[in-house]
Nanobody
Framework: QVQPVESGGGLVQAGGSLRLSCAAP????????MGWYRQAPGKQRELVALITRDGSTNYFDSLKGRFTISRDNAKNTVYLQMNSLKPEDTAVYYC??????????WGQGTQVTVSS
């Protein structure tokens, strides 16, 4: 089964930082796009950031400047660096990967809680 695995979530105070990791099984060069999404209680899942195979990035507008997505092809891993965290960033963060010719797969999510 192809499933990305997230890690790095936790509890942090407002203004703090966290770095999430997403390990993608298989050949990362077969992945067209990897993305981070989040879902807060009672809300719909929303896009946080995307990174393509060639390294192009895209962010949810309000998160630009605080969040940075990056990838390490040698480690088959994508990261989400989150700075200046706010209580409203509290959510379950999910990684997904779109594998060329195979489909899109989601991880199980990692909880991020920001205390005020």
């Amino acid at each position: 089964q192809v499933q990305p695995v997230e890690s790095g979530g936790g509890l942090v105070q407002a203004g703090g930082s966290l770095r999430l990791s997403c390990a993608a099984p298989g050949n990362i060069f077969r992945i067209n796009v990897m993305g981070w999404y989040r879902q807060a209680p009672g809300k719909q899942r929303e896009l946080v950031a995307l990174i393509t195979r060639d390294g192009s990035t895209n962010y949810f507008d309000s998160l630009k400047g605080r969040f940075t997505i990056s990838r390490d092809n040698a480690k088959n891993t994508v990261y989400l660096q989150m700075n200046s965290l706010k209580p409203e960033d509290t959510a379950v963060y999910y990684c997904n990967a779109d594998y060329e010719g195979i489909g899109t797969y989601w991880g199980q999510g990692t909880q991020v809680t920001v205390s005020s």
